[in-house]
């Protein structure tokens, strides 16, 4: 009977002691647990955009607004109060709800507009157009074009030609309506901004002081380089015609009188 009882004595100390045991490792995984999930959700303050904002906007309060987010998820480099960016200007456009980082921001020292997105190296340069020249308003800030010249030539300047001088330019503003910003007038602009280099700035002048300049619309993906002979007169009424045989190894004797102001010229083909 004694030793009955000794034994279930010891089976309950036993089954104590592996209870004890139980209850301790379940507390301790349960804090782990807790302090696992507090370290997940540990955040910070974030500066974001309330909304969208072009390139060239000058960063007021009401345009940003703090937010938490997780520290896994910070930017390597970022701003935690508005008062830190209130004035900057931006390079670049931002999305509503986006953290705003150094790297959309202009240098400190820049004013805004237009000059602030300019690249590196080139020139923002503004170009006299009309409803013709903008395509009736399809050229808008961001689009791409051609940039043609019409303008005389010649020792009299008694001939015409329409020469392509710059490919692939980067429209940067027409009228005051900036890439990213909506145009809520519905006008047609009759000033257009081209972003060009140094070189191309000098082109653009000359041809727009001493012809007539002209935009082709560009696909966007079509970054491909074309070179051309330029067009004149004769080159333009000598397409889509038959070929005919020549009289006395000369022209056909065809001849179109070309009246320009005072001025006339005559050319055979």
């Known amino acids: 009977m004694n030793g009955s009882l000794k034994s279930i004595v010891q089976l309950g100390i036993a089954l104590l002691l592996a209870l004890s045991a139980g209850i301790l490792v379940f507390q301790w995984m349960q804090a782990k647990g807790t302090a696992g999930r507090g370290q997940a959700a540990k955040t910070a303050p974030l500066v974001v955009a309330t909304r969208e904002l072009p390139a060239g906007t000058k960063l007021a309060p009401d345009m940003l607004r703090i937010q938490s987010y997780p520290e896994t998820m910070m930017p390597a480099q970022r701003y935690a109060t508005v008062k830190e960016v209130e004035g900057r200007i931006l390079a670049s456009s931002m999305s509503a709800n986006e953290p705003l980082t150094p790297s959309r921001l202009a240098g400190e020292a820049a004013a805004g507009g237009i000059s602030a997105v300019i690249t590196h190296g080139k020139r923002a340069m503004a170009v006299k157009g009309n409803k013709v020249m903008g395509l009736a308003g399809l050229v808008r800030p961001g689009n791409m074009v ?12 008694s001939k015409t030609m329409t020469k392509v ?27 257009y901004t081209l972003e060009l280099t140094p070189q191309e700035s000098e082109k653009v002048a000359l041809a727009s002081t001493q012809g007539t300049l002209h935009f082709a619309l560009r696909n966007a993906s079509d970054t491909e380089t074309v070179l051309t002979e330029g067009a004149d007169a004769r080159t333009a009424l000598a397409s889509y015609r038959t070929a005919r045989v020549a009289r006395g190894g000369h022209g056909s004797g065809n001849t179109v009188e070309i009246i320009t102001g005072s001025k006339r010229s005559q050319v055979t083909f």
């Open 165 to 191: 001088v710059l490919e692939n330019v980067p429209v940067l503003a027409a009228g005051s309506q900036m890439a990213n910003e909506k145009d809520e007038g519905g006008q047609h602009a009759d000033i």
């Open 146 to 157: 051609d940039v043609l010249v019409t303008l005389p030539v010649g020792k009299d300047d």
